[in-house]
């Protein structure tokens, strides 16, 4: 039972390299999916992820299949589409969620474009699904080194960003460091989004990030220990993930999602946190 | 209003509002420090408007405000529209202990003194036994508590609250009035706006009655006449699109000296 849990690990490099690619991005972006969650803005996860492809893929034509020349494309790309649609959200009526889905649904399309007329579809495939299983040292550093930069920057701006999702108006009122979390926040989420696509592709990288979190919301009541079990989760479901897909010869990025997934459905049946099975069985209530 | 006592917040033929429409326009005079005053009016008075504009959230249209040797920081204010989260998971005490921000700010931590500070507000409003809840598992009066314990620690030397007992049993109005009552004794500047008139009469000092403009503004007894009320809900009008330019320098205002 070890052996088939560990010798994966032990014979191949390429697997060894997968799990530490998984393990660092697991350290990084289920924390900030935490956040995400808490001031629901899920679905942004999702719209930035989008928004992050055509610099990926001017990268990509700029110098191939190159880390650092994608990494960089497409943090540029992310970063544009936040201040973008964060100058449109202040200056006219539009919400946030609404002129960053114009901006990321215009970045799609734009990097769908770019892709398709000038790579081939196989390029295309590389650049949504991610290449978990072919992680070079360059990714590996880069993963790492975002999340490292992922937690020390969370540990800085912990508290405000925190008051900034319970109580908004309460932050402002008390200091001026309401914006600038929000912006750094941001900046964390693109950042890790960026990381992860190397691996899990820009499609998948969303569900490390928000699965996890979602998962955390039904274990537990406080937010340190959601940031805990949701790193707990994604260290689970990555490992779990690249083991079915090594014994099962599945794609290797929808295995650590689907597998996340699982561990979601699951907590949403027997969490403790309001999971649907303690619902059916209703206990006596107490005296106080 | 003469005084020889310093003024907290004065205001200079303060306008404000929004998108040019005053909510309250023209308003003149001076919160006197240590003053337990009341905002009386109807709705759409302008009372919320006014205390936004002394915290700054909202620029004057025209005229101006002071703090006089105040800064922003010194104020602690309870809005009406609340955009807390109660679905957020923190517990009572870490949301009551963020009113220590301006001691501690964003990185210093809780230490012994601190901590005991805060088991100090949340007694002081009953809370004691709830400090590990998480907020969402209280009930609305129960979160008032939480927010009065949070300004309670916030040791401002202004507090306004608007509209801070609304959907809040007597019992727990009593307490928070009890509470106001002390922050005044302390030397602290309090302002409330209110709706109930008796609660004003029995525990406010001064009243300023508000429509608009400055109806009256003095001593409680004398502002809370038929008279004075009934202008009041006479000058609150509706929202007027086609407004004219308003050509006012000063309101015409009674005033009642102290």
């Known amino acids: 039972m070890i052996h088939a849990l560990v010798d994966p690990f032990v014979d191949f490099a390429f697997m060894r390299r997968a799990l530490v690619g998984c393990f660092a991005l697991s350290l990084g972006a289920p924390p900030v999916g935490v956040f995400l969650v808490l001031r629901r803005l899920s679905l942004m996860g999702d719209a930035m992820s989008h928004a992050i492809l055509p610099g990926a893929a001017i990268g990509f034509l700029v110098a191939g299949l190159s880390v650092p020349a994608m990494s960089l494309g497409g943090f540029i790309a992310g970063i544009a589409v936040v201040l973008l649609a964060g100058f449109v959200t202040r200056s006219t009526i539009l919400r946030e969620d609404a002129s960053l889905a114009a901006f990321y649904l215009v970045s799609l399309a734009l990097g769908v474009l770019i892709v398709s007329v000038k790579g081939s579809s196989i390029d295309l495939l590389h650049v949504l699904f991610g290449t978990v299983l072919a992680l070079d040292d360059t990714a590996l550093f880069l993963i790492a080194a975002i999340a490292t930069l992922t937690m020390l920057t969370l540990a800085v701006i912990y508290r405000p960003l925190v008051l900034e999702c319970f109580d908004p108006s309460f932050l402002d009122s008390v200091s001026r460091l309401s914006s600038p979390t929000h912006f750094l926040f941001l900046v964390l989420v693109v950042l890790n989004l960026v990381g992860g696509f190397q691996a899990l592709g820009t499609l998948m990288v969303v569900g490390i990030m928000l699965l996890p979190a979602i998962t955390a919301r039904f274990w537990a009541q406080d937010i340190s220990n959601m940031i805990i079990v949701a790193v707990a989760a994604a260290f689970a479901a990555s490992f779990v993930g690249l083991l079915l897909s090594y014994y099962l010869n599945l794609p290797t990025g929808p295995a650590i999602i689907l597998t996340s997934g699982a561990g979601y459905i699951v907590s949403m049946l027997i969490g403790v946190q309001g999971g649907l099975l303690w619902q059916l069985m209703p206990r006596k209530h107490l005296e106080a | ?258």
């Open chain 2, 1 to 258: 209003m003469t005084l020889e006592k310093r003024a907290a917040v004065s205001f200079h033929n303060l306008t404000l509002g929004y998108d040019r429409h005053p909510a309250v326009h023209h308003i003149n005079g001076e919160v006197a420090r240590g003053d337990l005053l009341a905002l009386v009016g109807p709705n759409g008075a302008g009372k919320s408007t006014l205390l936004k504009g002394m915290v700054g959230q909202l620029k004057p249209l025209s005229g101006s405000l002071s703090l006089d040797g105040l800064r922003r920081t010194d104020i602690a204010y309870l809005p009406q529209q609340i955009d807390i989260d109660r679905t957020f998971p923190i517990t009572v005490f870490d949301a009551v202990a963020m009113g220590l921000w301006h001691d501690i700010g964003a990185w210093r931590g809780l230490d012994r003194s601190r901590s005991l500070a805060v088991r100090g507000a949340l007694h002081t409003l009953g809370l004691q036994d709830l400090g590990e809840r998480s907020v969402g598992a209280l009930s609305g009066g129960q979160f008032q508590r939480v927010l009065f314990a949070r300004l309670l620690l916030q040791d401002a030397a202004i507090i306004l609250l608007d509209e801070p007992f609304r959907a809040v049993d007597t019992k727990t109005v009593e307490d928070l009035l009890r509470l106001i009552d002390r922050w005044h004794r302390e030397g602290r500047t309090v302002v409330a706006a209110l709706h109930d008139l008796d609660q004003v009469r029995a525990h406010f000092p001064n009243t300023l009655l508000l429509a608009r403009e400055v109806v009256a503004w003095g001593p409680t007894r004398q502002v809370l006449t038929q008279k004075n009320l009934a202008k009041s809900r006479q000058l609150t009008e509706a929202w007027d699109e086609h407004a004219e330019v308003c050509e006012r320098g000063e309101a015409s205002v009674e005033r009642i000296s102290a």
